[in-house]
């Protein structure tokens, strides 16, 4: 018969208990300088050991490891200054075998909420963190962070003293691990959803301290300024999987009600501002971790949207705040400023991002538009960030991986732009096209001031019939007919680059620009009008010689480059180029036109 190869761990445990026992004799002789060596000896060697875990063989010793670490640190008889001086070295390396199997994290926690109960609960706030923020590249996984937060969740309870200071020096190291796996979250992602559940466990510390103090208010703000930071991030590292992430989002919706935090308050952005001031100003570091908190506010607010669960667990009627944003203008502008968080971010999925569509719908369906100014309201203030969240809007077009997407957030963008009033809509538009890189984009919006044009030309005309064209004043009720449409036009038919505009590339953009000439020239010269200045003679000779042929001289030579070839890109290039060449001689052809009568 052969003999039976002998288990790594027969040679193993044999030498991490003497070890053990060697250092435990050292230091209650008090001879700490050779136990210190012997400890950070026992790191040296079981580390290699951990860094294999994933073997098999090395699983099961692992789990022998662990055990019999566990053990040691349990025996009744165990000297505190033994445990006190394991605690610095212990979390790291267990937490290392941890990664192992499911039931090697199962002790390595118990190791490490064996040491929380038995040590000073400041001390082991900073080794924990100090845990946290120091593994390498190889143990950077969810296994070996979560059970050092579940025993960061047992330390915040047993802390005395200054406990908002020492959470809010805890928090940002914990919401950085949080964030990193977050983005590093694969889509089967259990190890993550274990890690968050950790973190709901940890503000669940946080509540019960809460509830000890006298004085809870800046805690209460920290706790909360905390879980909209993990919804956030949640929300990133789960947004694929709507059915796993729904229960944790209803489990943190329940700590809002307890901070002081409502769903008006949180979409309008008020709460997130009067939180983080309460916390701590701009110039302290430690508020840097809460970036992605106006993110976390706009997904709870629409959680509560998608879920009844949800604003049942957040104590909100959410059918009241939907009404208070669709009849008030302020607030609701305010919202729109909170959503555009999600709509630009590169790390939420599409499916949060059509919650967000479905939920901002749902408000401009139901708003009460006020076209007529309000005198005691600065709309200039809110300009800035309209823009920034249409901009955001633009992203999802831009970007949406199909049609029905696309065309969700088209609307979602007509019905902001609804909803401001036109003097400000124009700026607004000239704005997004000015910054605009994307010359699909560019010709939705030229085409969006062609039929605001068209729009309020005719409005114009019918709240003026019975008046003939000649004694309308125009200028008291066409905002958008300026000389600004044609310095738009000349934008995207001059750049300001120099030189015509890059064909094919820039196709859409070019042919949209024309098609608003094209109408501002044929609406001024019948209507014997000219607002915009488009029929001063000047203004028809700069397009004529600056615009348009050289614009023509391009497209020719483009076109018969391509006419003999037949290979499929210079057979889309000749169908991007046809209706532009169509419009471009129409637009020559009025210039002419009006030239000879100017």
């Known amino acids: 018969m052969s003999e039976e190869k002998p288990h790594l761990s027969d040679s193993l445990i044999p030498r991490l208990q003497q070890t053990l026992t060697t250092c435990s004799q050292l230091i209650e002789a008090g001879d700490f300088s050779n136990s210190d060596g012997l400890l950070t000896g026992l790191a040296d060697f079981l580390t290699p050991i951990s860094e294999e875990a994933s073997n098999l063989d090395l699983e099961t010793t692992s789990f022998q490891i662990l055990t019999e670490i566990h053990c040691f640190i349990s025996a009744p008889s165990r000297n505190q200054e033994v445990i006190d001086a394991l605690s610095f070295e212990l979390p790291k390396v267990v937490c290392k075998f941890a990664c192992a199997s499911k039931s090697c994290s199962e002790i390595a926690e118990l190791i490490v909420g064996h040491l929380v109960s038995m040590c000073s ?23 070996y962070f979560s059970p050092l937060i579940g025993g960061l969740a047992k330390v915040i309870i047993l802390i005395k003293r200054r406990q908002f200071e020492q959470v ?74 709507i059915s796993s992430l729904l229960p944790i989002m209803i489990h943190l919706s329940h700590f809002l009600p307890i901070c002081g935090l409502s769903y008006e308050g949180l979409i309008t952005g008020l709460d997130v501002d009067k939180f983080t001031t309460i916390c701590g100003d701009d110039g302290d570091d430690n508020m840097a971790c809460f970036s992605h908190v106006k993110h976390g506010g706009s997904l709870a607010v629409i959680w509560g949207y998608k879920s009844n669960e949800t ?39 599409w499916e949060l991002k059509v919650h967000a569509l479905d939920f901002l719908l749902c408000i401009m369906d139901g708003c009460m538009h006020q076209e007529i100014q309000n005198d005691t309201m600065d709309y200039s203030t809110y300009v800035p960030t309209l823009y920034t969240s249409l901009q955001a809007i633009e992203m999802v077009i831009i970007y949406a991986p199909n049609a029905v997407l696309r065309k969700k957030s088209f609307d979602t963008l007509m019905k902001v732009l609804a909803d401001v009033p036109s003097s400000l809509r124009f700026d607004i538009l000239t704005a997004l096209i000015q910054n605009s890189e994307s010359s699909s984009m560019i010709a939705i919006l030229l085409d969006c001031i062609r039929r605001e044009m068209h729009e309020e ?31 738009l036009v000349e934008l995207v038919l001059k750049p300001p680059y120099g030189g015509p505009p890059s064909l ?14 094209r109408f501002v020239v044929i609406r001024e010269s019948t209507g014997k009008t000219n607002c915009t200045g488009v029929l001063c003679k000047d203004m028809l000779q700069t397009a004529y010689n600056e615009w348009l042929l050289p614009l023509r001289t391009l497209v020719t030579g483009i076109m018969a480059e391509n006419q003999q070839d037949h290979e ?31």
């Open 168 to 241: 809010k020096a805890a928090v940002p190291v914990i919401l950085g691990v949080l964030k990193s796996m977050s983005l590093e979250a694969d889509e089967e992602g259990k190890d993550t959803e274990d890690l968050f559940h950790k973190a709901i466990g940890l503000a669940d510390s946080i509540q019960a301290v809460c509830k000890l103090l006298k004085d809870k208010k800046k805690l209460c703000a920290l706790l909360g300024m905390f879980v909209l930071q993990v919804m956030a991030l949640v929300s990133i590292a789960m947004g694929h999987n």
């Open 504 to 517: 094919p590339e820039y196709s859409d953009a070019v042919l949209s620009a024309l098609n608003l000439y």
């Open 311 to 349: 604003s049942v667990a957040a104590d909100t009627d959410f059918e009241a705040v939907k009404n208070e944003l669709q009849k008030n203008q302020t607030k609701r502008w305010q919202a729109i400023g909170m959503l555009k968080y999600v709509f630009s971010s590169v790390d939420l999925s």
């Open 457 to 487: 030309y005719s409005s114009c005309i019918s709240v003026n019939s019975g008046v003939s064209e000649a004694e309308v004043k125009y200028s008291q009720c066409l905002s958008f007919w300026s000389a600004g449409v044609l310095e």
């Open 568 to 598: 499929k890109l210079a057979s889309d290039t000749m169908c991007s180029l046809n209706p532009i060449e169509l419009v471009l001689y129409r637009c020559i052809e009025l210039v002419e036109d009006n030239l000879k009568h100017a």
């Open 121 to 143: 609960p400041r001390e082991m706030l900073s080794i924990l963190c100090e845990a946290l923020s120091s593994p390498t590249e190889m143990f950077r996984v969810p296994c």
